[in-house]
């Protein structure tokens, strides 16, 4: 079984510049998270969604941040414009959903770094 | 809002020698998880503790958990250097299919 898949894995950019990255869920995970890891930290949730519903996204900063998980299966994390701060790994994680105990368990992806100067 | 906090968040040890990294958190949870990540590399699940009492054990490493204590520990076995990694513990921000708060990580150093 395929595992989460993001892309790009790095990217680096000029501050002010917009950046997207991608994210395809484990095949039937309903529940897909992005989370946010700056260096020597723990992963911060920034989005969660229950298929296509964004159901907390009260950390997400809405002023720059942007996500959307059209048909309930990838989805996109947009950024615009970027700020030296945002330098960080961008994780996504998928989940299949409330209905079993096991469900609950999150399987992450390899993240993507990036860098912005 | 949960509350997570670990320690040591720094922890050096020779092979063959047992440590207990433990984990606190700030509400009443019913689950608890534990994530190793290498150095750029993402999170692989370790343990899902899911009930008061809860005891796992994989290899060298053994996870458990003590909801009325709201606390969970780590349990290292004579420790190899194989098992150098930081070590996350998580639990539901607000119960559900919810997002995790995560510790700050404890970073293990296991030298030979």
């Known amino acids: 079984e395929a595992g989460v898949v993001q892309s790009p894995r790095y990217k680096i950019i000029e501050k002010k510049q917009p950046v997207a990255f991608w994210c395809n869920p484990i095949s039937g995970h309903n529940t897909l998270y992005w989370y946010l890891q700056n260096l020597g930290q723990g992963p911060e949730l920034l989005i969660r969604?229950?298929?296509?519903?964004?159901?907390?996204d009260s950390q997400l900063p809405k002023d720059r941040f942007s996500a959307e998980r059209l048909k309930g299966v990838d989805s996109t994390l947009k950024i615009q414009p970027a700020e030296l701060g945002d330098s960080a790994v961008y994780l996504c994680?998928?989940?299949?959903?409330?209905?079993?105990?096991?469900?609950?368990?999150?399987?992450f992806g390899p993240g993507t770094r990036l860098t912005v100067t | 809002e949960l509350k997570v906090e670990q320690n040591p968040l720094f922890l050096s040890m020779q092979e063959g020698k047992n440590y207990t990294i433990y984990c606190n958190y700030s509400?009443?949870?019913?689950?608890l998880y534990w994530y190793r990540q290498d150095p750029g590399k993402s999170l692989e699940s370790l343990f899902v503790l899911l009930s008061n009492g809860a005891v796992k054990q994989e290899g060298r490493l053994m996870a458990s958990l003590d909801t009325k204590a709201r606390l969970s520990t780590l349990h290292i076995t004579a420790a190899v250097h194989d098992l150098s990694a930081t070590y996350f513990c998580?639990?539901?921000?607000?119960?559900?299919?919810?997002?995790?708060?995560f510790g700050k990580g404890t970073h293990l150093i296991i030298q030979p």
């Open positions: 509400t009443t949870s019913d689950r």
């Open positions: 998580a639990g539901p921000s607000g119960g559900g299919a919810d997002g995790l708060t």
């Open positions: 969604y229950e298929n296509e519903e964004a159901v907390d």
């Open positions: 994680a998928s989940s299949p959903g409330q209905g079993n105990r096991q469900g609950y368990e999150q399987y």
